[in-house]
C-alpha cells in the first residue's frame, strides 16, 4: 500500500489520507468543496460540486490515474431535491466514459457542505 498526497488538494481534516493505492487500484478518501487553504467554497451545489472535481482530479492525478480511470464512483449529497444540480455537474466530467455510481442522501456532511464525492480508479498504464 502507497499512501498519496497533494498540495493540489486540501490536506485531510482527520486522521486519513487522501487517498491510498494498492497494487493497480486507487481507492480516493471522500472530497468535500475545500479549497487548499482548508476553506468551503464559495456558492452553492454546483460550485460546491465541481471544487469537489477539482480536489478529485488532483488526487487521481497524484495517484497516477484520472477521471477516465475511475471504475466506481459514491456520491453523497445533503439534500435529495439537489440531485439534478448535482447530476448535471457530475456528467459534464464523465461524458464519454461513465463509471458505476452510488448516490445516497445522508443527515449531515463534514463542515456542514453539501456533496461529498469519493471514487475508485485503475492507475494508468
Do not use: W
Not at 40 to 55: D, L, R, Y
Not at 91 to 111: D, I, M, N, T, W
Amino acid at each position: 500500500m502507497k499512501e498519496v498526497f497533494t498540495k493540489q488538494a486540501p490536506e485531510a481534516i482527520g486522521p486519513y489520507s487522501q487517498g491510498i493505492k494498492v497494487n493497480n487500484v486507487f481507492y480516493s478518501s471522500g472530497q468535500i468543496p475545500l479549497t487548499t487553504a482548508g476553506e468551503i467554497v464559495s456558492g452553492g451545489v454546483e460550485e460546491q460540486t465541481h471544487q469537489v472535481f477539482q480536489n478529485l482530479q488532483a488526487v487521481l492525478a497524484e495517484a497516477g490515474s484520472s477521471l477516465n480511470h475511475v471504475i466506481k464512483a459514491t456520491v453523497f449529497i445533503k439534500d435529495m431535491d439537489e440531485f439534478p444540480v448535482i447530476n448535471e455537474v457530475y456528467g459534464s466530467y464523465f461524458q464519454e466514459h461513465q463509471p458505476a455510481r452510488s448516490c445516497v442522501e445522508v443527515a449531515r456532511l463534514p463542515k456542514d457542505v453539501k456533496v461529498e464525492i469519493e471514487v475508485i480508479a485503475l492507475l494508468s498504464s
